[in-house]
């Protein structure tokens, strides 16, 4: 009796908090792959349960129309495309014709100011001749048909060096002909260039668009893992925009989530504490447990629970399955009571009619 009473009065009981649902949870769980497109399925790929890597093909959806799209646009860009060429090409025959007319008056006019000069000059000294022809008349040292002759020859070289500087117009003016004609034909050309690439750029906008939407109607796995759920489809069957198709499962680690009433969670659950997992239908005296560890607590009530996410810690029993949404039960250590506080606390319980199942102890009375 007195070793009952010492136990009854001083023995350390510790206690768990026990949860009303829990369930495992692996991260990046699950991506679900549905239809961006309305679609008529040609293939079907993929089996439940196939180990997929990122890209690989799912469901292939009818693209007929849009394949015969992009012929005609890609048709459209090839024909844009050789106009393009086309007006280079002519744009580079106008700038080699241009260059070489350029050239051609540019050399003209040099020779024509260089006889021109040349004229001026004889046409200085001839005025000098008839000018000294004209004095010695005057003085009677010389005939008047040798001053009229000279006279008549610097006149001659007068009417030629105006020639000259006509010439040099002329050609001076039909160099800046050409230069505009050349700058009139290089901008029709240009706007030219710039409609068909303003076309092109429609049409390899409308090919892109077209590659994207003919992309969409391959549902592929975004993520990889395994297929977890296919939707039942048969090849034929029209899906319409947004159904759903398949659900991915990744591969990663195993979480848990449990749920708690407040008053059990609220001030006595924290970061850090110890919990224990059984798995619902797989006895845990057979089975064994899992030993988990508390990561975050909610400190908001939802739905009247409290959200407790938990990692699991040491090594996992190799007959316990992990699997993705596997309920389960948790129950969290929260502190350690006397027999005798156990005692008064489920007395406490009946008379108050609390429920008395809320807790549960590591240990029992020997």
Do not use: C
């Amino acid at each position: 009796m007195v070793a009952w009473a010492i136990w009854f009065f001083s023995k350390d009981i510790t206690t768990y908090s026990v949860s009303d649902a829990a369930r495992l949870e692996q991260a990046q769980n699950t991506v679900q792959v549905s239809t961006q497109r309305a679609g008529r399925v040609v293939a079907i790929t993929a089996s439940l349960g196939d180990t997929l890597k990122i890209g690989d093909l799912l469901v292939q959806l009818d693209t007929s129309a849009l394949d015969l799209e992009l012929d005609g646009d890609a048709r459209v860009s090839q024909r844009l495309t050789e106009q393009l060429s086309a007006i280079e090409r002519d744009q580079s025959l106008l700038d080699k014709k241009f260059a070489e007319e350029d050239k051609a008056l540019v050399d003209q006019l040099k020779l024509l100011r260089g006889q021109h000069q040349l004229q001026v000059s004889n046409q200085q000294i001839q005025a000098e001749v008839a000018e000294r022809y004209e004095q010695l008349l005057q003085k009677q040292q010389s005939s008047e048909l040798d001053y009229l002759v000279a006279k008549r020859t610097y006149q001659q070289l007068a009417m030629q060096s105006l020639a000259a500087e006509a010439d040099i117009r002329a050609a001076e003016d039909r160099r800046e002909q050409i230069a505009n004609e050349y700058q009139l034909v290089v901008s029709e050309l240009k706007q030219r260039s710039a409609d068909i690439q303003r076309k092109l750029v429609e049409v390899e906008t409308r090919m892109r668009q077209s590659t994207l939407a003919a992309g969409e109607q391959q549902l592929r796995a975004p993520i990889a893992g395994s297929l977890a759920s296919l939707a039942d489809i048969r090849e034929g069957e029209v899906l319409a925009a947004g159904q759903q198709v398949a659900t991915i499962q990744a591969e990663g680690g195993i979480g848990i989530q449990a749920y708690f009433p407040p008053a059990q969670a609220l001030g006595h659950i924290r970061p850090g504490q110890h919990a224990r997992v059984k798995l619902d239908g797989f006895s845990w005296a057979r089975y064994g447990q899992l030993q988990a560890r508390v990561e975050r607590v909610a400190s908001a009530v939802q739905q009247e629970r409290i959200l407790v996410q938990l990692s699991l810690q040491g090594k996992v029993p190799p007959q316990l399955p992990l699997l993705h949404d596997l309920p389960a039960r948790v129950e969290i250590a929260t502190g350690t009571k006397t027999p005798y506080q156990l005692l008064l606390q489920r007395v406490g319980d009946a008379l108050s009619g609390r429920p008395q199942n809320s807790q549960a102890t590591a240990e029992t009375p020997p």
